[in-house]
């Protein structure tokens, strides 16, 4: 069974960088398309950008000035960091699973929330 | 970038019913690249229906997916406890992979 957990501070000052991990189990990353995805409270879901096992990557032009998307194969891991973070950047973020274009994200971790404070 | 427009806002239904959702596309989106997902609160979306009309692994037949080009839908007949929640649209055939603003299912 294929399981996602996100990691990172819980807590990021204004203009500092947030960075996340997501950890994958059950499954090699050397496949598919891993992708983060962010959620603010109350609100809708927005997707950040994905890395694909070959290394390629594509990001939501709202954001793609700020963020890198990169994996670490050695560690089934890939990451996000996002720069210059505002409030507008708090948001529960979530990594998930793409195996293929008609699929679907199948596989989600449970979501972290971060808060961007002073 | 493609704007997925889903209705109505909330939907107010009793158990039993039948639920029929609305994602409108501003402009023609693939129906291979096109998904339905399920959030309770505090928990992360589950993939119910892929390709638009393709139950993903687990899924219960009461739900199904219609549609093609700019409109698609989703239905649940016989509605269980369960199923109220909120259903977010996305779809993946341009960039950036766009998700509409969600349905609230709640119970009447």
């Known amino acids: 069974q294929v399981q996602l957990q996100e990691s990172g501070p819980g807590l990021v000052r204004p203009s500092e960088t947030l960075s996340l991990t997501c950890t994958v189990s059950g499954g090699s990353i050397s496949r598919h398309h891993w992708n983060w995805i962010r959620q603010p409270p109350g609100k809708g879901l927005e997707w950040i950008g994905y890395v694909y096992y070959s290394g390629i990557t594509d990001y939501n032009p709202s954001l793609k000035s700020r963020i890198t998307i990169s994996l670490d194969t050695s560690k089934n891991q890939f990451s996000l960091t996002l720069t210059s973070v505002t409030a507008a950047d708090t948001a529960v973020y979530y990594c998930a699973r793409l195996t293929c274009w008609g699929c679907g994200f199948d596989y989600w971790g449970q979501g972290t929330l971060v808060t961007v404070s002073s | 970038e493609i704007v997925l427009t889903q209705s109505p806002g909330t939907l107010s239904l009793s158990p039993g019913e039948r639920a029929t959702l609305s994602c409108r596309a501003s402009q023609s989106v693939s129906s291979s690249y096109l998904a339905w997902y399920q959030q309770k609160p505090g928990q992360a979306p589950r993939l119910l229906i892929y390709?638009?009309?393709s139950r993903a692994t687990g899924i219960p037949d009461r739900f199904s997916g219609s549609g093609s080009g700019t409109d698609f839908t989703l239905t649940i007949t016989r509605l269980e406890p369960e199923d109220f929640a909120v259903y977010y649209c996305?779809?993946?055939?341009?960039?950036?992979?766009?998700f509409g603003q969600g349905t609230k299912l709640e119970i009447k």
């Open positions: 390709g638009a009309s």
């Open positions: 996305q779809q993946f055939g341009t960039s950036p992979r766009t």
